[in-house]
């Protein structure tokens, strides 16, 4: 016998409810799963103790009562500037100055430095008779010229090295064009292992007689001095080799300034 029409409706009702069940309980689950799934993403990005940081220390100040030094112990030649006798500079151009012109200049100017046999540098005047126009050849002690803006002026500046025989030194100077005559604003004496230009400054590398380590100067324009300054000195320790050729066994690569761009003429400044 048929069941009736209300016996129909109603297992059909039970029919739905269960399958509404079945969804519902379903969708509970993968609600369950995604929450647990967000919470452990979460938990991957939260923020996690590193452990105790050491206490932080003022500087302590010795001696607060010491009458502060009112002039310097020593003359760092800072600020000072020499203007290059009978050098010419066509139209304010840099480039058209003559570099072995220009030390011979200098040469002329410090008779002590260059001349007689008593004299630190006498070689070197002796060999800049071996120059060519450009330099840089042979027993030439003048090493190729370097031109960049170190001023800030829009205008290239002259880097100049030359080898100062019978040392073992490198004369490292930058010359700039004020009032239509060339102005040496910078110079330094020194041996020398490597020299970058970074920006507004001269960085001058020199081995150090402690294994492993090298000093680092650096130089930097000062417009208000109109003149290149010294404006960092360190010793840092050096990577690769110490200055008797063996590998360094505590080496770490030292800091420097970060080039802006690269000096000309083609090839990277360095020392010689």
């Known amino acids: 016998m048929p069941a009736s029409r209300p016996a129909r409706r109603r297992v059909r009702a039970r029919a739905a409810v269960r399958t509404r069940t079945t969804v519902l309980a379903r969708t509970a689950v993968l609600t369950l799963l995604l929450v647990a799934t967000v919470a452990g993403c979460g938990d991957a990005g939260e923020l996690r103790s590193a452990g105790a940081t050491p206490t932080a220390v003022s500087p302590a100040r010795l001696w607060p009562r010491l009458p502060a030094a009112s002039s310097p112990a020593w003359d760092f030649d800072e600020a000072e500037t020499e203007t290059v006798e009978g050098v010419s500079v066509p139209g304010d151009d840099i480039r058209k100055a003559d570099p072995v012109a220009v030390v011979r200049a200098e040469i002329a100017a410090h008779p002590d430095d260059y001349s007689g046999d008593k004299a630190p540098y006498r070689e070197t005047a002796r060999r800049m008779d071996e120059c060519a126009d450009k330099g840089g050849d042979g027993r030439c002690p003048l090493l190729e010229p370097y031109y960049r803006d170190l001023t800030g002026d829009g205008r290239d500046d002259m880097t100049l090295g030359f080898r100062l025989p019978p040392t073992n030194q490198t004369a490292v100077r ?19 292992s490597g020299v970058e230009l970074a920006g507004r400054s001269v960085i001058i590398r020199s081995p150090s007689d402690l294994a492993g380590y090298e000093y680092r100067l650096e130089w930097t324009w000062d417009a208000d001095q109109r003149a290149m300054l010294l404006t960092h000195d360190e010793m840092l320790r050096t990577a690769g080799r110490d200055r008797r050729g063996r590998p ?4 770490s690569p030292s800091s420097t300034s970060s080039a802006s761009s690269s000096p000309s003429p083609s090839s990277p400044a360095s020392g010689r």
């Open 248 to 251: 360094s066994s505590s080496a």
């Open 174 to 192: 930058v010359y700039t064009v004020i009032g239509h005559r060339l102005v040496q604003v910078m110079a330094n004496n020194d041996a020398v």
